[in-house]
């Protein structure tokens, strides 16, 4: 088998053991990658400040010997620090940021054996479920079709993973920003319980605990070994998370056994949703009753438009933090063309927010996650859309010209268009999207599937047993055909 053909048919986990047995080496992998990525990152715009020098470096110094070892990896261009890799962080005002030390994510994906070779594209501030940051000098466009956004703001890692030019990348979750771009690239996205994977040291937490790393992938096991290798609380973390039973990966080889599934087939503010989407969560209840879950529906008695408010002040005031910082660092003015429209407005706001008016966002946020457990505690998984509309049009949630509040929460923003995800973000519970339906003109639109705080190891064995149910792996986007096959 050639290694196209190899790479094209194998996960992360696969492409690990084919190294492990002499198939393959990690050099062979890596130059594979860079190939994918020189054929196609021209057409999407996901690939940043790439080091092939580096990862060369670290394959002839000898890989640890971990469960990923010889596998190219990428990294969001927003946290997930390292010394030898640099970070725009999706905006001109960091370009080219250097780090004194590495992240304990990093430390614990290199740990894995895993063969970073660069970033993926990140909108500014991590704000917005599409990747437009002018510092790229483009957007980032989805595989299955390029008038389309590859999501949000994991976008670059979704799209670069959807092309092909990696089976997994690195990604992060703050309202949703590993799941949309998984729902608009087609592809398996999980964010942990709160608290699950470290943030450290760089950060203590982010928006006020909503945000976690994560990665994308194209098959549950992947998600899982990468989410073991990185899980458990750094050196002082201010949070930590309910110990797992066992390990992610083996509970994809268990079923998870009969559930109660509540389902939605519109917003949790009793809003319609897309068609595509209405039919994408139907095709799934008739799935996991066929599976042998019971279905019933359900709606969650919380206030998910109050917590979506109070989500835009907190993301407002930890932006505005730091856009003051970089500034002041570089001895900036906000109106120096460094940062964008949503940037600027979103300081604008945050001035408007007192210590008081946070606090009471935090509250409003914390109370969210109890009447969300409260519905958890009648229901094992609860089952939506991960968004309300098939993939959005390039352009239409660009940070040029917009203002941060009608951004977030005007008629047809982020709020309609992504009504799910943040809600999880707020409670800390797991859950995923799972690419399990596609529109007739070839669009990828995920289901969303939640559990209760801390049944990660639950929600990883039900995803894994609708994948064997309903496999995704070999849907390909038509970028596919352009990938080098020499």
Not at 36 to 47: K, S, T, Y
Not at 59 to 77: C, E
Not at 397 to 422: I, K, L, N, T
Request: hydrophobic content about 40%; aromatic content about 8%; proline content about 7%.
């Amino acid at each position: 088998m050639s290694i196209a053909s190899l790479y094209d048919q194998s996960d992360a986990v696969a492409l690990a053991a084919h190294v492990a047995a002499g198939d393959v080496s990690p050099v062979e992998l890596l130059d594979e990658a860079l190939r994918r990525g020189e054929a196609v990152n021209p057409q999407i715009n996901a690939l940043t400040l790439l080091k092939p020098d580096v990862a060369r470096r670290l394959i002839a110094a000898g890989l640890p010997d971990g469960p990923l070892k010889g596998v190219p990896f990428l990294l969001k261009d927003l946290g997930a620090e390292a010394i030898d890799f640099p970070g725009h962080n999706g905006s001109k005002s960091t370009m080219n940021t250097t780090y004194a030390r590495n992240s304990a994510l990093y430390e614990r994906l290199a740990a894995a054996g895993l063969v970073t070779f660069g970033r993926t594209t990140a909108p500014e501030g991590g704000v917005g479920p599409a990747t437009e940051a002018a510092v790229y000098g483009g957007p980032t466009r989805n595989p299955w079709n390029l008038d389309r956004t590859a999501g949000g703001s994991s976008g670059g890692a979704g799209s670069a993973v959807a092309a092909g030019i990696v089976p997994a990348a690195h990604g992060s979750d703050g309202g949703g920003s590993v799941r949309i771009p998984a729902s608009s690239c087609g592809l398996f996205g999980f964010k942990a319980t709160r608290a699950r994977l470290p943030d450290g040291p760089y950060a203590g937490e982010g928006w006020a605990g909503m945000a976690i790393d994560g990665f994308l992938t194209r098959s549950v096991r992947d998600t899982a070994v990468l989410t073991d290798v990185c899980q458990g609380a750094d050196l002082g973390a201010p949070y930590w998370a309910p110990p797992l039973g066992g390990t992610l990966l083996a509970a994809t080889d268990r079923t998870p056994g009969k559930l109660r599934i509540a389902y939605l087939t519109d917003t949790f503010t009793g809003a319609a949703i897309d068609g595509e989407c209405r039919r994408a969560v139907e095709d799934a209840m008739s799935l996991l009753q066929d599976m042998g879950h019971t279905l019933v529906e359900a709606r969650p008695q919380a206030d998910t438009r109050g917590m979506m408010e109070a989500w835009t002040k907190v993301v407002a005031c930890g932006n505005a933090l730091w856009i003051r910082n970089v500034l002041e660092a570089r001895g900036a003015r906000a109106d120096d063309g460094l940062i964008e429209s949503i940037g600027i407005t979103s300081l604008h706001y945050a001035k408007s927010v007192s210590g008081s008016d946070y606090l009471e966002a935090v509250g409003s946020i914390h109370r969210y996650g109890r009447e969300m457990a409260a519905f958890f505690e009648e229901h094992d998984m609860l089952l939506t859309a991960t968004l309300a509309e098939p993939p959005a049009k390039i352009g239409r949630f660009a940070h040029a010209d917009a203002e941060y509040v009608d951004y977030r929460m005007g008629p047809g923003r982020v709020f309609d268009y992504s009504p799910f995800c943040a809600a999880f973000n707020a409670s800390g519970q797991p859950a995923a999207s799972l690419p399990l339906h596609w529109t007739p003109d070839g669009l990828p639109v995920g289901v969303h599937l939640a559990a209760r705080f801390g049944a990660d190891e639950l929600l990883m064995s039900l995803c894994a047993d609708i994948e064997r149910a309903k496999p995704w792996f070999s849907q390909r986007p038509p970028i596919w055909s352009g990938l080098p096959q020499a």
